[in-house]
C-alpha cells in the first residue's frame, strides 16, 4: 500500500496546503483519511486543503460576511466563465460590425480574448514594446470596451477579484486568523500572483513548510509498440495483471494527450477489468477506475434528449427523418414501455415519407388511419408533438431574457414527455442536475446579452452543455487511476505507467496567444510562450513523476494513424538509465478473447458457466415455414448466421429514406414496366416487325400502365409530378435500349410466363418463388430470365459448392417450369424432384440499365445465347466449369440441385455461423449489425496471437480482416 508522506495528521489544524488542482485537494484528503484508518483513528481533523482560487474566494466570503471591504474592485460583482465568454463575444461582434458572424468565429475570438486577459492579469503580460499587430490593436480595443462595461455595471473577472484579494491581505491583517503554516503541493511553476500570495502570507507569519515529497528514485522500465492500439492494449493488461496479483495496490495510467486517448483506454479497461459492464443491467455499475477526464455534458443521452425536443422549437427549424427517428427512438422521451410502439411508427416513416419533413407535415401523416400501424396507436406519442408544435407557434416567439427562457424551460420539456414515466439511476440525476446548473447559468446573462431571440438562447445553451464537461461521481476510491500528466503531479501510487510519449505529444509544442506580444509572453515565462519554455516545463513534470511511485513504465507508440512516430527526449534520457533500453516490446499478451474466458482465468465462479456454440440455431420444426425463396438460400450460401437472423428471426434493418425512388423502388418499378411490356408484345416476332414509332408507343404505354399500378398501391409514397415525369421518361429510355439488345437475338423465342408464381418443396423446405420470365425457344426448350437494374452479377459461384446467386439455379433445377401453357399462367403446385417435361437449356441474367445492357449467365449451346452469357462448350465456359466435372449440360443441372439441396439441409439443421469469405459480399445485408464482424475479427487476431500451435483455428472462423 502506497501512503502519502505529506498527510501527517500530527500537523497542527493551522496548517493550510495549497493544491495546483482539484482534483489533488481531493486526492490529498483521501490519503489523510487512507493514513488515520491505518493508525486506528475514528476521529481526525480534516486536512485543509485547496486551490489557490478556493482559498482566496473563501476570504472575500469572510470578509464579506463581516462587511469589510479593503479593496474597491472587491465590491464587485464576480463574473462567471459563461458571463465573461458571452461579454467578450457580444463586445468583439459589435466592435467587428454586424457582418461579423458571418465572417469570423465570434465564440473562438471570445475564448482567445478571455484567456488573453487572464494571462495579462495572472502572469504579467505587458504590452509589447515595438509597434503592435494588427491584431494586438484589436485585443487593446476590446480590453478597453470590456473593461469600461464592467466598471459600469460592476462586475470583476475571477482573476481581477483575486489580484485584488492578494493586495487587500496585508491590509487585513489584523481583521481575521491567519493559518500558522502554509504547504504547496502539485506546483510545476509559479505566476507572478501566487508569487504575491506566498509574499503576502509571509508579511502575515505564515511559515512556509516544505511538502514532504522525497521518495527513493523510482525503477524504470521502457518500451514501445507497434502503434497507440498495442500500447494501450498492453498497458490494460499491465493493470489487470497487478489488481490481480495485489487487489489493494494503487496504479496510475498517464497520457499526455488523454483527450485523445480517453475513448480507447476506457474500452481496453473495460474489456480487461470489468467485461461483465457490457450486460446493460451493469452498465452503471461502478468501476475498478477512475479517468481523470469527463465527456461533455451534451453526450449525456439524457441531455441530448432535451436538446433534439428544444431544437424541433425553433420557428426555422428543418428537421430530417434522422433527426425525428432520433427523438421517436429515444430512451428519455416517453414512457420506456411505449418503446415498441414509437420503433413501429419508426420504421413505417422511413418507409414512406420524404427525408426532410417537418413538425406539421409529420403530425399531418400521423393521423391518417391507413398508416398506422397495427397494434401500434398513435396516442402515445402524438399529444408529445401536438404540444411541440403548440409552444413553438406561440410561446417559443418573440425575445425574452435569458432568465426568462431558462425558467420555461423545465416546465416544456415536461409538457413534450421528457424522462416521462422513467426512473433516474445515479448518473440520469446527476447529468439532469447538471442540465438543471447550465440553465442557471444561461439565466445569470441578463446584464450581458438582453433580450434573446429563442434560436439565440438556445444556441447559447448547446455551446455552454458541448463546453461542460460531465463526470460522475466516482463511489469509493478505485485502485486505478487513468490521468493527464498535470493531474499526476503530487499523487502517490505503487506503479505508474505513462504511455504515448511520442516526440509531438511531448513536451506539448508552444501556443502563444495570438492577441498578446509572443515576446512579452516569453519574457514572462508563461505557459505555452516557447518551446523553451515548453520544455522547462516538461523537466519539472517528469521529476514530480518521477516521485510519484516506485516503478514507472514510460513507452511510446512507433506509429499513429499509418505516419512514424519518434520517441520523446524524456523518454530517451531514460532509456539510457533502464535496463531495457528502447528495445521494441512485443506485442502485449492479448486481452481474452471474451468474458468469460477472463472470468475462468482469475479464477471466477466457472462452475456456474454454460458455454453455447452460437453456430448452431435451432432445427426447423416439422411443419415451420421459413419465408424469403431464393433471398433465404443466397443468404444461406453466403453467410448462415444473415439468414438465420433475417428469415428466421425477421430482424431487419432500418430503411434509408431518400427523395424520391430508392434502387430497390426503381427496380421494381422496371419490374413492372418490363411485365406490363411483355403482356403486349408476347413473342420476338412481334417486335421485330415494329417499327420504331410503333415501338416508343408500346413502351410509353407500358410505362404509364406500371406508374398507374404503383400509384395505386396506399403503401406507396407518391411522387410529385415532376419525379413521376422523370422517372416515366428514364423507363422509356431504358426499356427502348433494351428493346433494341432484345431484337438482335439469334433465337426467336415466345415469352412463356411473366411474374409467374411458384411453391416448391425442396427436400423439406417449403419455398414461393416468383420467375421474372421464362422464354420459349422454337425448338420447345426454355430460357429462365431474372432482371437486374444493376450491372454487377457474379455468377462465378455457379460452379462452386456455395451458390451465392442461387435464383436462377433454383429456378432452372426446382422450378415447375413444364405447367405453365400460356402467358403468366402458374398454378402455384408444389413440385417434388423428378424429370423435367420441358427442358431449360439456360439461366440468364437481363442486366437492365442504361450504362451497359447487357446478357450474363450460361447457355446450354451457342444457339441458344441472346449475345453476352457464356456458353457451356466455349473456351471461356470450360474455364469455369471443367469437362472433367461437367461433361454436359445435364451435369451442370445436376450440380447445381445438389448444392441446393445441401443449402436446404444447412437451413433446416439449423446452421447459423458467421461465415464470411468475401465481405464486400455482404453489402446488401440488412443485419451487418448482428454479425459484429469488428468484435470477431478482433476475437479471431487474439485467438491466432495467443495459439501454442501454429495454423491453430478456431472452431468457426469469423470474418478475416
Keep these: 500500500m502506497t501512503t502519502h508522506p505529506s498527510t501527517d495528521l500530527a500537523r497542527p489544524a493551522a496548517h493550510l496546503v495549497l493544491c495546483a488542482s482539484a482534483r489533488l485537494v481531493v486526492a490529498l484528503r483521501q490519503a489523510a483519511g487512507r493514513r488515520a484508518t491505518e493508525q486506528g483513528l475514528r476521529h481526525w481533523p480534516a486536512l485543509d486543503c485547496r486551490t489557490p482560487e478556493q482559498w482566496l474566494a473563501a476570504v472575500r466570503q469572510e470578509w464579506a460576511l463581516r462587511g469589510l471591504c479593503p479593496h ?141 515529497e522525497e521518495l527513493p528514485a523510482p525503477q524504470i522500465e521502457t518500451a514501445s509498440y507497434p502503434d497507440p492500439g498495442a500500447e494501450i492494449q498492453a498497458a490494460a493488461r499491465w493493470a489487470q495483471q497487478r489488481l490481480a496479483a495485489d487487489p489493494r495496490c494503487r496504479l496510475a495510467i498517464v497520457a499526455p494527450d488523454l483527450g485523445e486517448l480517453r475513448q480507447p483506454l476506457l474500452d481496453a479497461l473495460e474489456d480487461a477489468l470489468c467485461p461483465e459492464a457490457l450486460h446493460p443491467a451493469r452498465a452503471q455499475q461502478p468501476r475498478p477506475y477512475n479517468v481523470a477526464l469527463g465527456s461533455a455534458l451534451t453526450e449525456q443521452p439524457l441531455v441530448g434528449a432535451a436538446l433534439l425536443l428544444l431544437q424541433r422549437l425553433c420557428a426555422a427549424d428543418e428537421p430530417t427523418q434522422a433527426d425525428w427517428s432520433a427523438l421517436l427512438r429515444h430512451p428519455h422521451w416517453l414512457p420506456p414501455e411505449q418503446a415498441p410502439t414509437r420503433a413501429q411508427w419508426e420504421a413505417r416513416m422511413r418507409r414512406t415519407l420524404p427525408p426532410q419533413i417537418s413538425l406539421a407535415q409529420l403530425l399531418e401523416w400521423a393521423l391518417q388511419p391507413r398508416q398506422r400501424p397495427p397494434e401500434a396507436p398513435a396516442d402515445a406519442w402524438l399529444p408529445a408533438l401536438r404540444q411541440l408544435q403548440t409552444l413553438r407557434n406561440g410561446a417559443c416567439a418573440g425575445q425574452r431574457l435569458p432568465s426568462a427562457w431558462s425558467a420555461s424551460v423545465p416546465d416544456w420539456l415536461r409538457q413534450c414527455g421528457w424522462l416521462q414515466g422513467q426512473r433516474l439511476t445515479s448518473h440520469g440525476f446527476q447529468a439532469r442536475e447538471a442540465f438543471f446548473e447550465a440553465l442557471h447559468e444561461l439565466a445569470a446573462l441578463d446584464s450581458c446579452s438582453g433580450p434573446l431571440s429563442w434560436t439565440q438562447w438556445l444556441s447559447a445553451l448547446r455551446a455552454l452543455c458541448h463546453e461542460t464537461i460531465f463526470q460522475p461521481q466516482t463511489e469509493g476510491e478505485p485502485r486505478l487511476q487513468v490521468l493527464g500528466l498535470l493531474e499526476a503531479s503530487g499523487q502517490r501510487f505503487d506503479a505508474v505507467w505513462v504511455l504515448g510519449l511520442h516526440a509531438a505529444a511531448w513536451p506539448p509544442p508552444a501556443r502563444p496567444n495570438p492577441l498578446l506580444s509572443i515576446q512579452a509572453q516569453r519574457r514572462a515565462a508563461c505557459p505555452n510562450a516557447s518551446a523553451a519554455e515548453q520544455s522547462a516545463f516538461a523537466q519539472q513534470v517528469q521529476q514530480r513523476l518521477l516521485r510519484s511511485s516506485a516503478t514507472l513504465c514510460l513507452s511510446w507508440p512507433r506509429t499513429q494513424g499509418g505516419h512514424p512516430c519518434e520517441p520523446s527526449a524524456w523518454l530517451l534520457q531514460a532509456a539510457a538509465s533502464a535496463a531495457s533500453g528502447l528495445a521494441p516490446a512485443s506485442r502485449a499478451a492479448p486481452l481474452a478473447t471474451n468474458w468469460v474466458d477472463g472470468v475462468v482465468r482469475d479464477g471466477g465462479p466457472a462452475q456456474r458457466l454454460e458455454a453455447r456454440l452460437d453456430a448452431r440455431a435451432p432445427a426447423l420444426a416439422p411443419g415451420e415455414t421459413v419465408r424469403g425463396g431464393s433471398a433465404l438460400l443466397r443468404a444461406q450460401a453466403l453467410c448462415p448466421a444473415w439468414a438465420y437472423f433475417e428469415f428466421r428471426l425477421h430482424a431487419r434493418g432500418l430503411e434509408e429514406p431518400v427523395d424520391g425512388l430508392d434502387e430497390r423502388a426503381r427496380g421494381s418499378l422496371l419490374h413492372l414496366a418490363l411485365a406490363r411490356l411483355w403482356t403486349h408484345l408476347r413473342d420476338s416476332r412481334t417486335l421485330q416487325a415494329l417499327m420504331a414509332p410503333e415501338r416508343a408507343q408500346v413502351v410509353a404505354q407500358a410505362v404509364a400502365e406500371a406508374l398507374q399500378q404503383r400509384a395505386a398501391d396506399p403503401d406507396q409514397p407518391p411522387l410529385t409530378p415532376r419525379r413521376l415525369r422523370l422517372e416515366q421518361i428514364r423507363l422509356q429510355r431504358l426499356l427502348l435500349q433494351w428493346l433494341a439488345l432484345e431484337a438482335r437475338r439469334p433465337a426467336d423465342f415466345s415469352v412463356l410466363a411473366i411474374e409467374a408464381k411458384h411453391a416448391i418443396d425442396l427436400d423439406g423446405l417449403a419455398l414461393r418463388l416468383q420467375i421474372d420470365r421464362v422464354d420459349r425457344l422454337d425448338d420447345g426448350r426454355l430460357l429462365v430470365i431474372d432482371y437486374k437494374s444493376g450491372s454487377a452479377v457474379d455468377t462465378r459461384s455457379w460452379a462452386e459448392a456455395r451458390l451465392t446467386e442461387p435464383q436462377l439455379p433454383l429456378y432452372a433445377t426446382w422450378g415447375d417450369l413444364g405447367a405453365l401453357h400460356d402467358l403468366g399462367a402458374a398454378p402455384a403446385t408444389a413440385h417434388p424432384a423428378g424429370a423435367r417435361p420441358d427442358p431449360v437449356a439456360g439461366a440468364l441474367f437481363a442486366k437492365v440499365s442504361l450504362k451497359k445492357p447487357a446478357w450474363a449467365g450460361l447457355v446450354a449451346q451457342a444457339a441458344f445465347n441472346p449475345g453476352g452469357a457464356t456458353v457451356l462448350d466455349s473456351a471461356r465456359g470450360r474455364k469455369r466449369y471443367p469437362e472433367a466435372d461437367f461433361p454436359g449440360w445435364a451435369e451442370v443441372l445436376l450440380h447445381w440441385r445438389e448444392r441446393l439441396r445441401e443449402c436446404a439441409a444447412e437451413i433446416r439443421r439449423g446452421e447459423a455461423a458467421v461465415r464470411v469469405p468475401d465481405e464486400p459480399a455482404l453489402r446488401h445485408c440488412r443485419v451487418l449489425a448482428l454479425l459484429r464482424l469488428d468484435e470477431r475479427r478482433r476475437q479471431w487476431l487474439a485467438l491466432r496471437a495467443s495459439s501454442p500451435t501454429p495454423g491453430c483455428t478456431p472452431p468457426v472462423q469469423p470474418a478475416k480482416p
Design 72 to 212: 474597491p474592485t472587491l465590491a464587485r460583482q464576480p463574473l462567471s466563465r459563461v458571463q465573461e465568454h458571452w461579454l467578450w463575444e457580444r463586445l468583439i461582434g459589435q466592435r467587428l460590425g454586424p457582418e461579423a458572424p458571418y465572417l469570423f468565429d465570434l465564440a473562438a475570438l471570445a475564448r482567445t480574448a478571455q484567456e488573453a486577459l487572464a494571462l495579462q492579469l495572472t502572469w504579467g503580460v505587458a504590452t509589447g514594446t515595438g509597434p503592435p499587430s494588427a491584431e494586438q490593436q484589436q485585443f487593446q480595443h476590446w480590453r478597453a470596451d470590456f473593461e469600461r462595461w464592467c466598471q459600469q455595471h460592476g462586475w470583476a473577472t475571477p482573476e481581477q477579484l483575486d489580484a485584488a484579494t492578494v493586495a487587500s491581505l496585508a491590509a487585513a491583517q489584523g481583521l481575521q486568523q491567519w493559518p500558522q503554516q502554509l504547504s504547496l503541493a502539485g506546483f510545476h511553476r509559479l505566476n507572478p500572483l501566487q508569487q504575491a500570495l506566498l509574499a503576502r502570507m509571509g508579511e502575515l507569519g505564515v511559515a512556509l513548510q516544505p511538502w514532504d
